[in-house]
């Protein structure tokens, strides 16, 4: 079964530096319709104004990544990192026991555009940690590029849940499918262009949650970009 959840029917918040959409329930956008799905607990698609940003705040007990579509993204936190997110990079922040940060656009001319994700973690109290890695657009070319899990294969960022995050870009004509083992669940994010999910029609912002589906079909006519999760 395959669930859509439209682009245009997501929450949104606004203030004079962010246009924030959440997938799920979150801050003040709450539907008790979508609370999160199986491990996934959060996707917000954020466009960050120049000089606008997040101050210092805290988290704890959720494993967050952060995909940045378009700009740069300066990151600080109480772990002492700081670091620039740009378009293509992937950061992995553990909250773990307890982490303090802060998010702002690293320009003062253009805006950042970028998707903030959350997943439960399967304990509580760990360490806190960064992880940080670029993946270059040919490695995830018509094909699933594991851009994190929970052992690190191929490379891939560290999560703390039976997850498999994926990023994909089907150009024009090509097939990208996977396999979901009996049991799993899957949930599908187009980051942009256009997509076909087993001749379902998607556009930028739309999701599609997946059960009970053993295999994942994705075909493009003109070109398009996602993010797939493999879950529990």
Request: aromatic fraction near 8%.
């Amino acid at each position: 079964m395959i669930s859509l959840r439209k682009a245009g029917d997501r929450g949104r918040s606004q203030s004079a530096w962010l246009d924030s959409y959440h997938s799920f329930s979150f801050g003040d956008y709450y539907d008790p319709r979508y609370e999160g799905f199986s491990a996934l607990r959060v996707i917000n698609e954020d466009k960050v104004a120049p000089g606008g940003g997040f101050a210092s705040h805290r988290h704890r007990d959720m494993e967050i990544l952060s995909y940045v579509i378009e700009g740069a993204l300066e990151h600080k936190d109480s772990l002492g990192t700081g670091s620039v997110i740009r378009s293509g990079e992937v950061q992995r922040l553990r909250a773990g026991t307890g982490i303090v940060h802060s998010e702002y656009n690293a320009s003062r001319e253009q805006p950042v555009h970028f998707l903030q994700i959350w997943l439960l973690p399967t304990q509580r109290n760990l360490p806190p940690g960064y992880q940080q890695k670029a993946f270059a657009p040919e490695e995830s070319r018509d094909r699933l590029r594991v851009v994190a899990s929970s052992d690190g294969r191929d490379d891939s960022l560290t999560i703390d849940q039976d997850a498999l995050v994926f990023l994909t870009q089907v150009q024009s004509g090509k097939r990208v499918s996977y396999q979901l083992r009996g049991g799993r669940n899957g949930y599908l994010h187009v980051v942009r262009g256009e997509l076909t999910l087993n001749g379902h029609s998607l556009m930028a912002g739309d999701g599609a949650a997946l059960r009970e589906e053993l295999c994942l079909i994705l075909t493009s006519t003109s070109q398009g970009e996602a993010l797939f999760f493999d879950l529990p």
